[in-house]
């Protein structure tokens, strides 16, 4: 008997037990139930054992426990501390600890780490929960890869992303205006081999056709004309060729309305790009920040410093580190003038967008002039996203008492709501400002400038050949030699040869008239056949005329 009084006592030692007896009987007038009555003058041990229910809720209700969190986190978490030295926990997280404490009934001292680092460090917050000097970390703490063996994550209750804050920059990446309306690694790539390569094939096609079709089957252009159609057209310039058979006719109306379709878009692209204040930054992803060598800060103790020195997810930042360019620094929101003269002399800040937010937020209501406002701003695309949640050492009894109403939070917004109560819903300093007006900028005309400076000095390279080649007579000499072989012209060559001689450089750079009358003391020759009769002779001529098969040429020699 005294052994199961053992028993019975051990598993009841979480209950009070109930009325065992009664010492004292009671006053005759007093009323007793028949329950109550059952168990007086019984000598036997009564208890009744808690359900799962009853043991979860009771389980913390006395207990003190020791939260650590970080103390310059606003809005997320901070600390202060009173007069009696007491820390006391404010913002978000301690928001959803109020609530637990309601809930389960203990109380709690707020411990803040001496280093605010997530690296396993001595003094930082993972160091306390994996030696088991604190229960449960209060903050939003980025779920990081390789602590799972470490310690225990809770619910993720909200996702951050991480952008970066910048001085906004004068000109906008998306560099000439003209050559904004397409895109220049296919667009415009495709635009210049049509360019290069219509010419040839059209002229192609027509020879092919000559070929085919015999000698009277239309005219041949040369190449240097079908190349000098295709750019006319695509400059919208009128063209004197006259194609005279329908497979040609067909090839050039078809590159008119390709033409047409194309400059259509090209004109009304760049219409909405002058037209619309549309901003684009230098730096879309995380390599432009490394290849750009761009000094940059982040905070200490976030996912950023944890990942570049531990992870592999950001190796640009890791290098760029390694350069000399980055650094990781304790950042307070408070500390606005701080913050502003890194940004203002072009440091890049790389932070959580929500903590952002609220930066601009305390930025844009401490500028009295508006001239002054909206001179920083966010990157669009995020760099890094990772969850938040609370963090428990590896062995705690806390998640699953926890993670039940923290998941309620999350699920019905609640965390969404308390990041976003205090900031406008409009964005903030947008990328791009609807309000001012869109004015052209040199940037716009970047690429009209490299046309004719191009253009200019093609144009030079050109003549200074054409000026080499005449004082040298090297062309001309060339010229004669393929004029020998030619079948059709070769003997006219000769017979101008037999009358005039070998060309050569003595007779440059006289002009081809000087030639004539130095050479035959005329201004004027026709080659005939015997049955023709001679042309009118003009002093003012500078051609031979060449009857047969030889066309009418220029007398450059």
Request: net charge neutral.
């Amino acid at each position: 008997m005294a052994l199961t009084n053992t028993l019975l006592l051990a598993l009841c030692a979480n209950w009070p037990p109930s009325n065992i007896t009664e010492i004292t009987l009671p006053p005759p007038w007093k009323w007793i139930s028949e329950h109550k009555a059952k168990f007086m003058n019984n000598t036997e041990y009564q208890c009744d054992l808690k359900n799962n229910f009853q043991i979860q809720y009771e389980i913390l209700r006395g207990k003190r426990l020791k939260i650590a969190t970080f103390p310059n986190s606003k809005p997320l978490s901070w600390v202060t501390k009173e007069i009696n030295g007491t820390l006391i926990g404010h913002g978000i997280a301690f928001e959803i600890v109020e609530t637990l404490r309601q809930r389960y009934g203990f109380t709690y001292d707020v411990v803040v780490p001496t280093r605010e680092t997530l690296l396993n460090e001595n003094g930082s917050i993972i160091h306390m929960l994996i030696n088991g000097e604190v229960d449960m970390a209060a903050a939003f703490i980025p779920v990081l890869p390789g602590l799972d063996d470490f310690v225990k994550w809770g619910i993720d209750l909200t996702q951050f992303q991480y952008v970066v804050l910048m001085k906004r920059p004068k000109e906008s990446a998306s560099g000439s205006g003209l050559l904004a309306p397409f895109e220049p690694e296919v667009v415009w790539l495709l635009i210049l081999i049509s360019l290069i390569a219509v010419g040839p094939i059209i002229y192609g096609i027509m020879n092919l056709r000559h070929k085919l079709c015999g000698y009277d089957s239309g005219v041949i252009y040369p190449i240097p004309t079908c190349v000098w159609f295709v750019y006319g057209a695509l400059m919208k310039q009128g063209s004197s060729l006259n194609p005279d058979t329908d497979s040609a006719r067909l090839i050039f109306a078809t590159w008119w309305i390709f033409i047409m379709i194309l400059t259509s878009f090209y004109t009304a692209n760049l219409t909405a790009f002058l037209t619309l204040s549309k901003f684009t930054l230098h730096i879309k992803k995380i390599d432009d920040i490394a290849n750009g060598e761009y000094q940059w800060i982040s905070s200490e103790g976030s996912a950023v410093e944890y990942i570049v020195k531990v992870g592999n997810d950001l190796k640009p930042l890791k290098q760029s580190m390694f350069d000399g360019n980055g650094q990781f620094m304790v950042i307070n929101i408070d500390e606005i003038d701080t913050i502003l003269k890194y940004i203002s002399s072009g440091t890049l800040l790389l932070h959580d967008k929500n903590w952002l937010n609220f930066l601009m937020l305390h930025i844009e209501r401490s500028i009295t002039d508006d001239k002054e406002r909206c001179r920083y701003v966010l990157t669009t695309e995020p760099y890094l996203t990772r969850s938040m949640s609370f963090v428990y050492p590896k062995h705690s009894i806390l998640p699953p008492l926890f993670n039940p109403i923290m998941l309620s939070y999350m699920e019905s917004g609640i965390v969404r709501h308390l990041q976003t109560k205090d900031l406008p819903e409009a964005v903030i300093c947008p990328l791009n400002l609807g309000s001012k007006e869109r004015q052209l900028r040199n940037s716009d005309l970047y690429t009209t400038y490299a046309v004719v400076v191009c253009g200019f000095s093609m144009a030079a390279a050109v003549f200074t050949l054409e000026l080499l080649s005449t004082r040298t007579g090297w062309f001309v000499a060339a010229e004669f030699d393929h004029s020998l072989q030619d079948p059709l012209h070769g003997d006219v060559v000769r017979s101008e040869i037999a009358v005039f001689g070998q060309p050569s450089k003595a007779m440059y750079p006289f002009s081809h008239r000087n030639n004539v009358m130095n050479a035959a003391s005329a201004t004027h020759f026709a080659f005939r056949g015997p049955s023709s009769s001679p042309p009118p002779l003009s002093s003012s001529s500078s051609f031979l005329l060449f009857d047969g098969k030889s066309s009418l040429r220029r007398f450059q020699y």
